[in-house]
């Protein structure tokens, strides 16, 4: 049995197939470590949500579902845009931890040269549970709620979520350049 596994994902948002996966790797791990990746992107088409907003998301589906959410810690991890700092990075935003799971070549190729033992568990359903086709639905109006937990559902719309998307989403050629932070 691993003592305290890692898994990180951008969660953009997340979806029913995150949970099988957590519950996969739960049977293997006494604890887990959620690491929300790009912790500081939000509020564009690709990264909608904030990472406050995922760890919301995060917390209320692990509890709907029943998984013991005294084994699952959430952490943001923010990019470095440097692959040969990102594993320290991470290790200085996360608890300690014993195995990656994943199944991003670069993550597992970083960890594993970073001594790490590094596992893959089998996507869930991938071709249906994919942010980016779930984002889509969002932006074009089609039925998007069966994908992920009703948790999920509740934030997206406590935060205007598709909304959001729909504004970002709109083309500005007709209002001209515009200035941010002004």
């Known amino acids: ?11 953009q948002p997340p979806h029913k197939g995150h949970l099988e996966v957590f ?5 293997e791990a006494d604890e ?5 990746g790009s912790a500081q992107e939000s509020h564009t088409l690709e990264n909608p949500f904030t990472a406050g907003e995922r760890m919301l998301m995060l917390g209320r589906a692990l509890a709907e579902e ?3 959410t ?20 991470v290790l200085s935003y996360s608890p300690p931890f014993s195995v990656v799971y994943t199944g991003n070549p670069l993550v597992r190729r970083l960890f594993r040269e970073a001594g790490y033992e590094v596992r893959t568990f089998p996507l869930y359903n991938r071709k249906d549970y994919m942010g ?6 969002m932006v074009r109006g089609k039925k998007w709620e069966h994908l992920v937990p009703p948790a999920v559902v509740k934030v997206v719309e406590e935060i205007d979520g598709v909304g959001r998307m729909r504004d970002l989403s709109q083309s500005d050629r007709l209002l001209g350049p515009r200035k941010t932070g002004t």
């Not at 049995?1 to 969660?11: C, D, E, K, N, Q």
């Not at 980016?132 to 639905?137: A, H, P, Q, S």
């Open 70 to 89: 005294s084994r699952v810690h959430i952490v943001p991890i923010p990019d470095v845009n440097n692959n040969a700092l990102w594993v320290s990075h």
């Open 1 to 11: 049995m691993v003592r305290r596994a890692l898994f990180i994902g951008r969660f």
């Open 23 to 27: 519950k996969g790797i739960l049977k």
């Open 132 to 137: 980016t086709k779930i984002r889509e639905r």
């Open 32 to 36: 887990l470590i959620v690491g929300i």
């Open 66 to 68: 029943g998984i013991e």
